[in-house]
């Protein structure tokens, strides 16, 4: 079936380091890949996606790069905030349905 | 503008009791869904609906029932709460069952059985 598995957590990093989320996904065909992004005692908000292999999904710093032949999606920021500091989920919705489905979160916890 | 809004933002209640939250979306999205946010911060698809086809995930039990008056809400009934119901529930849209489209989350409803 379709699956995303993320890199466990907690993370915690100092301010100004680089940060790398590993996420691989399991899916038939190419699905679309998200990043969203839970600050505390928020919903999820959506980070960056990417539709096809190759795509790099970008914003406020984030990157990832669709990567078919390794079927991962990591997620990459050179130099990290405190306002960083929030849960990440990777997630896919498969090419054939609307079905998303969500790797099971990676805390950041970013300190000055 | 809120796009996608829950009501109640808390809820605390008794085991027993039947409870409802509420779902509205302004953004015109054809697509609904309900999520159950476990402890461990943990995802899980409750239901999708889409112009009147529910899709419900299997593992759901028939104590949780959806409810769509309009294309622009949809409510969350539970009857019967138990302990292990206590969770965060999210409610969620998109623009269609087509590949591709994001979905667009409320703020939660955090729900406490005692």
């Known amino acids: 079936g379709n699956s995303v598995t993320q890199m466990e957590g907690p993370v915690t990093l100092s301010e100004e380091a680089f940060l790398t989320i590993n996420c691989t996904y399991t899916?038939?065909?190419?699905?679309?890949l998200f990043w969203y992004v839970q600050y505390p005692g928020e919903g999820l908000q959506l980070l960056l996606k990417a539709t096809k292999a190759d795509d790099k999904g970008s914003n406020k710093g984030f990157e990832a790069t669709y990567r078919k032949e390794t079927t991962s999606f990591h997620l990459e920021k050179g130099s990290v905030q405190v306002s960083d500091s929030a849960v990440y989920f990777c997630?896919?919705?498969?090419?054939?349905?609307?079905?998303?489905?969500f790797g099971a979160g990676t805390r950041l916890t970013v300190k000055p | 503008d809120t796009a996608v809004s829950q009501t109640p933002k808390y809820l605390v209640t008794q085991m027993g009791n039947d409870k409802s939250i509420k779902c509205e979306q302004n953004l015109g999205h054809d697509t609904m869904y309900w999520y159950k946010q476990d402890s461990k911060k943990f995802l899980k698809i409750m239901f999708s609906?889409?112009?009147?086809?529910?899709?419900i995930n299997e593992t759901v039990p028939n104590r949780f029932s959806p409810k769509s008056p309009d294309k622009a809400h949809l409510n969350l009934h539970i009857n019967s709460l138990e302990l292990g119901d206590s969770a965060v529930y999210f409610c969620a849209s998109s623009q269609g069952r087509q590949f591709s489209y994001e979905q667009y989350f409320g703020p939660g409803t955090r729900l406490t059985v005692t």
């Open positions: 609906y889409n112009n009147k086809e529910l899709i």
């Open positions: 899916a038939t065909g190419y699905p679309s």
């Open positions: 997630a896919l919705i498969p090419y054939n349905n609307n079905d998303m489905r």
